[in-house]
């Protein structure tokens, strides 16, 4: 066998395997898609929107949410980010933005809707999580974290201390 096609071989084969290795990185740490559902009525004048991503953590931070209010004149409407494109802030008194940054960046649905809604930030409520528990958008004033279900509780109380001075229920 010759030295080029030993090279290439070699070459080859470490392509392989890092398809292999990107491949299984993004079946294991990539999120699923969030499942839709609404609480109380769209007639209610305090509305909430929640944009998550699917995962056990995420799931009970918006379970957690969801129950604090479900029994207040709140209406919750929850969402997939990757919808957040159709979602206008404007129909909203408080938005919830849960995601987990993913290949170094925000999601690029997450990190577009920011983007077209810096002029409405202070009724963004954003939950980042990661690896390391400290990245977050530039310009964002983001809770961040890692994604420890022990750690959901402190996440629960600190969007809804916020939610509750966007929705004027209690003071701060």
Do not use: C
């Not at 969801?66 to 494109?85: G, P, R």
């Not at 577009?112 to 409405?120: D, E, G, H």
């Not at 509780?153 to 201390?161: E, L």
């Amino acid at each position: 066998m010759s030295h080029k096609r030993k090279i290439s071989l070699f070459i080859l084969a470490l392509g392989v395997l890092f398809l292999i290795f990107g491949l299984w990185y993004k079946y294991e740490y990539s999120m699923e898609t969030a499942n839709e559902f609404e609480v109380n009525s769209p007639d209610l004048n305090s509305k909430v929107l929640i944009a998550t991503q699917g995962s056990k953590f995420k799931d009970e931070i918006t379970k957690g949410v969801v129950k604090y209010y479900e029994k207040d004149s709140v209406y919750i409407k929850v969402i997939d980010v990757t919808t957040l494109a159709g979602a206008d802030p404007i129909d909203y008194n408080a938005i919830v933005v849960i995601h987990t940054w993913e290949n170094w960046q925000p999601p690029a649905d997450v990190e577009l809707f920011i983007n077209r809604t810096r002029a409405i930030q202070e009724k963004i409520i954003v939950l980042t999580t990661s690896g390391e528990g400290s990245y977050k958008m530039e310009g964002v004033d983001a809770i961040t974290g890692e994604s420890k279900l022990e750690n959901t509780s402190s996440y629960i109380n600190q969007i809804t201390t916020r939610l509750e001075f966007l929705l004027n229920l209690k003071s701060m």
